[in-house]
């Protein structure tokens, strides 16, 4: 296992740079399982930092956060003949985003306008590199590709804007 931890390690981190393809991640459960469980650590702890939101509230959202993404992917390769790409394609999506996360994070902690501005290319390098795994995932356009890495962000973060919207809701009240 820890031979396909360094491997995909070492993909994951050139799929960030665009020299290569989420084909040549290696196929194994036991690091998606990993990548997926640390990606829910992160996303825990940033959800812990916002206000009247329970330990409950942030797992139910993490955890709506990966299925979601999950299964909208994989109904988009089934509907495009290619569910077999699934699970080299979502373990790129969740791997880039997390070392991006890992890379950028401490730059969002700054209380400056460095701040904005890393959270800023933390999106778009998300987006960029997404859409490029798309891309090779699916044999669309680059640009197509971005465009439904924004889309499938969107529809995956539903239970986290709609818990917003309630917080905001009470807070008018």
Same mark, same amino acid.
């Not at 050139?14 to 194994?28: A, G, M, Q, V």
């Not at 090779?136 to 529809?155: I, N, Q």
């Given at each position: 296992m820890f031979q396909n931890l360094? +491997?995909? &390690?070492? /993909?994951? *981190? +050139?799929?960030?740079?665009?020299?290569?393809?989420?084909?040549?991640?290696?196929?194994?459960? @036991?690091?998606? @399982?990993?990548i997926a469980t640390v990606?829910? *650590? =992160? +996303?825990?702890?940033?959800? *812990?930092? !916002?206000?009247?939101?329970?330990? =409950?509230?942030?797992?139910?959202?993490?955890?709506?956060?990966?299925?979601? !993404? #999950?299964?909208?992917?994989?109904?988009?390769l089934k509907f495009q003949n290619k569910a077999e790409r699934w699970h080299k394609v979502f373990m790129g999506l969740l791997g880039t985003q997390l070392l991006l996360f890992l890379v950028f994070y401490p730059f969002v902690l700054l209380q400056s306008s460095a701040q904005v501005i890393a959270g800023m290319m933390h999106n778009i390098w998300v987006f960029g590199v997404g859409g490029y795994i798309i891309h +090779? &995932?699916? #044999?669309?356009? /680059?640009?197509? &590709? /971005?465009?439904?890495?924004? /889309?499938?962000?969107?529809?995956a973060n539903i239970p986290l804007t709609m818990h917003l919207i309630d917080f905001a809701q009470l807070a008018d009240k």
């Open positions: 360094y +491997k995909t &390690g070492y /993909v994951l *981190s +050139k799929l960030c740079t665009f020299s290569r393809s989420p084909e040549e991640l290696p196929y194994s459960y @036991g690091v998606m @399982g990993f990606m829910l *650590s =992160a +996303k825990l702890y940033v959800l *812990s930092k !916002l206000p009247n939101l329970t330990i =409950a509230d942030s797992l139910q959202i993490s955890l709506s956060y990966l299925l979601l !993404l #999950g299964l909208s992917l994989y109904f988009i +090779k &995932g699916l #044999g669309v356009r /680059v640009f197509s &590709g /971005v465009l439904l890495v924004f /889309v499938l962000e969107l529809f």
